[in-house]
Each structure stands twice: as structure tokens, then as C-alpha cells.
């Protein structure tokens, strides 16, 4: 018996729930027995046998909970049968009190055990369309070394508007994006999810950075106003601020344009610099109508031991309760001789104290190592 008992009570245990604490409804249906035996015959204490159950649905499933409510209701038998007036109307009204609460505390359990399962499944299919769409960043490409960090604004979520991606070249090079789309929700969602697989089907070519550029805010503006009738031509448009690199393995550089976007940080020994474009160009889905022409590589220093950090406006953006930014640029250099990995985690646990847990927007961020080769 008692070993039925215990594979009835681990069968129902649940990941995230306390079966320790299952020793509390037990205590308290033992000690109401005893007590109320033992008693004078004016005092009653079996109305407390309904806390079982209803104790036992804050941690533990339907099973153990229809288990408490039927220990409870045959406590409320046996006090019944010790007192010699289980047939009164009082003990009769007590053990059918204790019947319908401990069916409504298993109907509350059944109905939360479903939508814990449908939850589950939601988030299983949102991690899935999470690694399909921000797929890691390998950790080495060429000489470099690479870390991404992608912080969700809403705790449940696992995708938002912010995007990073990496692409290897033929001539021995490495491309990355790193971009903030406008907006949130599914639309944001969508709008990066074009950018990410219009980077990917061509960052990867011979193509120029400049004609890179053009064809991911042709594609992002020919999504965007495909299906949009024409008297809402003019309404709000779509956009994503950008920041295109392309690091070559051989020369101690990186070449990059900014749409938009705010700049890089270089980080250089205990020293951050900004990589402040001079030419400025427009958010990817506004610019290109200009052509190539309207897209200027911009070349900066890039030597070995450097680290290139790439962010999004939800870090420098980022507020404490006062109003405060978040004070990035003096931050940084703090864990300029960081590993990539070490540099994305101290960054996290340092922004997410700043802001007491909760971000207002996705932030993103990458670090680049360039190492010898």
C-alpha cells in the first residue's frame, strides 16, 4: 500500500513544483485527527481538513491533490466513527463539504495543468522559430572570435525586433549584421526575420558592402509595400537601422557602413572609440531608392587583441527607475580585456541591475576578437 502511495505521489509530481512540501497537508490531516479525538466533545476541529486540498493545489498536481482531498475526507469519516456520530447531520455536512472542495481544487489543477502544457508547447515553438531566425553566431570565423547577446524587453518572449547575423565570404572575409527594426510585436518580428534572410542569401557573395546594402533595403521596402494599397502609400513606414562590417582575415581592419544605427564601440586596451561614421545614411527601407551611390564605406583600424562591440539602442537606451541611461560608454572599457563570452555576460548582469530586471526594449549585442592568425 504505502508503495502504491509513493509511485502515486511521483507519477504526479511536476518539473517547477515542491513535493517536500506535501508534508504539510499530510501534518496538518494527522494532527486535526488527533486533536479532535482527543478533545472534548464541544470542540471540532474537522472543518480544517479542507486546507488540505486546498494547500496542496499551490504546489503538487491533480493526482496528489485528489489523494489529500480523499485522506481528508476519510479523516473526517474516522473522527466521525471515534466520536460515535458519523450519522449526525454536522459530520454528514463536514464530509460533503470536504467532497465538493476537493473536487473543485482537482478541477482547478486539471485546468491549470492544461494551460501549463499549452504554454510549454507555445514556448517549445518559440525557441524553435528563435534558433531558425537568430541563429548563433559561430564562435570562430577566420581569425575572429564572436559573441552575441539578445535580451528580450518581455520575460516570456524569446524574439523581438532586435537581429544580429554572420556570413563567411569567398574571399576569405567575414560579414556580420547587427539591427534594431522598427516597431515591436509580430510586425517587428516579421520585419527582421525578412532582413536576416535577405542578409543570408547574399552576404555571402561577391558583392560589394555598398551593394549588399542596397539589396537588403530593396527587399525590405519591396516586402513592406508589396500588399499596401496605394492610398496608404504615405503612411508610417518600415525600417531598420543597420550596421553592415566586413572583416577581412589578412588586413587588420574592418570595413562598415551605418544605417542609422548607433556606433560601434573599439575597444583597445583599457580604451573605447566610438567608430563614428562621417558619411550618415538612412535606416535600411528608406535609403536605397538611392542607389549605390548613397552608401559609403567607411574603414577603420582593426588589429589583433582588438574587440569590436556591436549594440542595439535598448542597451545605451536602457533607464533605471530615476530616468538614468544606462552609462555604456563608461562601462565598457571596464572589460576591454575580456574573453567575448565573459565580456556579453558581465555586460548582461550589469544592465539588467541597472534597470532592476526589466528592459523597455530588446537590447542586442556582439563582440568581435580579432586574434592572430
Not at 499551490?58 to 466513527?81: D, K, N
Not at 556580420?176 to 522598427?182: A, C, E, S, W
Not at 542596397?214 to 537601422?241: G, I, K, Y
Not at 583599457?270 to 527601407?285: C, D, N
Request: glycine content about 8%; hydrophobic content about 50%; charged content about 20%.
Amino acid at each position: 500500500m504505502a508503495l502504491r502511495v509513493w509511485r502515486v505521489f511521483r507519477s504526479s509530481w511536476r518539473p517547477g513544483h515542491a513535493p517536500p512540501l506535501v508534508v504539510i497537508p499530510l501534518g496538518l490531516i494527522v494532527a486535526v485527527c488527533v486533536v479532535d479525538v482527543l478533545a472534548p466533545p464541544y470542540v471540532h476541529l474537522g472543518p480544517l481538513l479542507v486546507a488540505a486540498p486546498a494547500i496542496t493545489v499551490a504546489f503538487a498536481g491533480a493526482r496528489v491533490t485528489a489523494l489529500m482531498g480523499t485522506l481528508a475526507v476519510a479523516a473526517q469519516v474516522v473522527i466521525g466513527v471515534l466520536r460515535e456520530n458519523l450519522s449526525s447531520g454536522n459530520i454528514q455536512a463536514q464530509i460533503t463539504a470536504l467532497v465538493v472542495v476537493s473536487a473543485v481544487c482537482v478541477g482547478i489543477c486539471v485546468v491549470r495543468d492544461r494551460r501549463e502544457r499549452q504554454l510549454h508547447q507555445v514556448r517549445s515553438v518559440a525557441e524553435a522559430a528563435q534558433s531558425v531566425l537568430l541563429r548563433p553566431l559561430p564562435a570562430r570565423t577566420g581569425p575572429l572570435r564572436i559573441s552575441g547577446l539578445y535580451i528580450p524587453a518581455e520575460e516570456e518572449a524569446d524574439l523581438g525586433g532586435d537581429l544580429y547575423a554572420a556570413a563567411r565570404t569567398d574571399h576569405r572575409s567575414t560579414r556580420l549584421l547587427i539591427g534594431d527594426v522598427r516597431g515591436s510585436g509580430l510586425a517587428a518580428i516579421s520585419n527582421a526575420a525578412l532582413l536576416l534572410g535577405a542578409f543570408r542569401a547574399a552576404a555571402h557573395r561577391q558583392a560589394t558592402l555598398p551593394r549588399l546594402a542596397v539589396h537588403l533595403d530593396a527587399a525590405f521596402r519591396w516586402d513592406a509595400s508589396q500588399w499596401r494599397p496605394p492610398s496608404e502609400e504615405d503612411a508610417d513606414e518600415d525600417f531598420a537601422t543597420a550596421i553592415l562590417l566586413d572583416i577581412p582575415d589578412d588586413e587588420p581592419v574592418v570595413h562598415l557602413i551605418n544605417c542609422g544605427h548607433p556606433p560601434p564601440l573599439l575597444l583597445r586596451g583599457s580604451h573605447a572609440t566610438p567608430l563614428a561614421s562621417e558619411a550618415s545614411h538612412l535606416p535600411i527601407g528608406l535609403g536605397g531608392a538611392f542607389g549605390m551611390a548613397a552608401y559609403e564605406v567607411q574603414t577603420f583600424p582593426f588589429d589583433v587583441g582588438d574587440r569590436l562591440l556591436l549594440y542595439t539602442d535598448g542597451v545605451i537606451e536602457a533607464r533605471d527607475s530615476g530616468g538614468l541611461f544606462y552609462p555604456f560608454n563608461e562601462r565598457a572599457p571596464v572589460w576591454a580585456e575580456d574573453d567575448p563570452d565573459e565580456l556579453l555576460r558581465a555586460l548582461h548582469d550589469d544592465l539588467l541591475a541597472h534597470v532592476h530586471g526589466h528592459l523597455d526594449d530588446d537590447a542586442a549585442a556582439v563582440v568581435i576578437r580579432r586574434m592572430a592568425l
